[in-house]
């Protein structure tokens, strides 16, 4: 059913998407034990609201890959620019028989990623006291009406921007060096990315006398790219 409001407004404004939202996994997690799940919501469209199954924590991460497909209507603006359309999650973590708590939650506007196609990226959890961050792809195809319109600009320091995040991403997930912001799944816009190597154990840096691992070098040039940029230090990566 279609939000109310949608009434009020000339159809050559709406313009129809198809949308997969897809929840990855949650990393960086500073829990050992509960099962957590995800509940979204949007302010449009049709199938407003859902709910991941319940996962475990592993080291401190959680996997869902649960995907949800949806019909959204979007509104075009007076000054031709998309209104804005929130996806609205919110991270719960369930102990025993207690009453879920709130681990974060995440607002994203989807009218910011309606020309960007499939988009896959970590972002940072708001309202939260942890580092934690949830992987996300955004995959938006419209299906119906005017394609005359601009975008919102989309917000990158939502992002993840940690180096203890840095350190537990896979060598395929890319790194841009001077904004320290992760793309994941790009669909080519932007300057050009770079890989960093992959952690199998701990998501905090392995820096420090007895903790030597096969990615602790790696992770002090990036320190030392991030801080001291004038010593010339360089990033050991390679060219997607």
Not at 35 to 40: D, M
Not at 126 to 134: F, M
Not at 157 to 185: C, V, W
Not at 216 to 237: N, Q, Y
Request: net charge positive.
């Amino acid at each position: 059913m279609q939000a109310l409001y949608h009434w009020f407004i000339s159809k050559h404004r709406l313009v129809a998407f198809e949308v997969r939202i897809t929840l990855h996994e949650l990393i960086n997690v500073p829990l050992v034990s509960g099962n957590f799940f995800v509940k979204w919501r949007t302010k449009s469209g049709t199938a407003t609201s859902g709910c991941t199954e319940r996962a475990p924590i592993a080291d401190h991460r959680v996997e869902w890959n649960a995907s949800a497909l949806k019909r959204l209507d979007l509104v075009i603006g007076k000054d031709g620019v998309l209104a804005p359309c929130e996806l609205q999650l919110c991270v719960k973590q369930e102990m025993n028989q207690e009453t879920p708590r709130n681990l974060g939650v995440l607002t994203v506007n989807l009218a910011e990623y309606a020309r960007e196609g499939r988009v896959t990226r970590r972002y940072l959890l708001q309202e939260s006291k942890s580092n934690s961050t949830i992987k996300l792809t955004i995959d938006m195809k419209q299906v119906a009406g005017d394609t005359r319109y601009k975008t919102p600009a989309l917000k990158k320091n939502q992002m993840a921007t940690s180096l203890a995040d840095l350190s537990s991403h896979p060598r395929s997930h890319r790194f841009k060096p001077r904004n320290r912001s992760i793309y994941e799944g790009s669909t080519g816009h932007g300057p050009r990315a770079y890989s960093i190597s992959k952690s199998a154990s701990s998501p905090f840096l392995p820096l420090g006398n007895g903790l030597a691992s096969a990615y602790e070098e790696p992770a002090m040039d990036i320190m030392k790219e991030i801080f001291f940029p004038s010593a010339g230090s360089t990033l050991r990566t390679s060219v997607q």
